[in-house]
């Protein structure tokens, strides 16, 4: 599967994820991968984490229904305690086996 095709498809599942009132967060391994979900999903006005300040935004942000955060997989942390009802889906492009570990730590907790 070509790069561009996995992010049309990223997008449309962000898309049907968000109307649907859901939190998505989109995981990127590499920063040329973030940034090209950047663009591709610019008009969704999602929030950024490239650093642990954007962590920090990002736990509050999953309470938002219909919110979408683009986040670095590094700045993932197992320090997140977020009370919420709102469906928290976690979408992941591509694949690493050093961080792997990390993004599903976090997701487990919420």
């Known amino acids: 599967m070509s790069g ?4 049309k498809g990223i997008g449309r599942e962000v898309e049907r994820l968000a109307k ?15 940034d090209e ?11 950024l984490c490239r650093d642990l300040f954007g962590f920090d935004r990002l ?3 999953l309470t938002v ?5 683009i986040a670095l997989a590094n700045i993932l ?3 997140v305690k977020p009370i919420t009802s709102v469906p928290v889906d976690i979408l992941v492009h591509g ?3 050093s961080a792997q570990s990390t993004t599903l730590s976090f997701a487990l907790l919420i």
Request: overall charge positive; glycine content about 6%.
């Open 4 to 7: 561009a095709t996995r992010l």
């Open 59 to 61: 736990r509050g942000q």
């Open 77 to 79: 942390s197992t320090d």
């Open 95 to 97: 694949r690493s086996d």
């Open 20 to 34: 649907e009132g859901h939190c998505v967060v989109v995981v990127a391994w590499t920063i040329v991968t973030f």
């Open 65 to 69: 229904p219909g919110s979408v955060a």
């Open 37 to 47: 979900l950047v663009r591709d999903l610019e008009q969704r006005k999602p929030l």
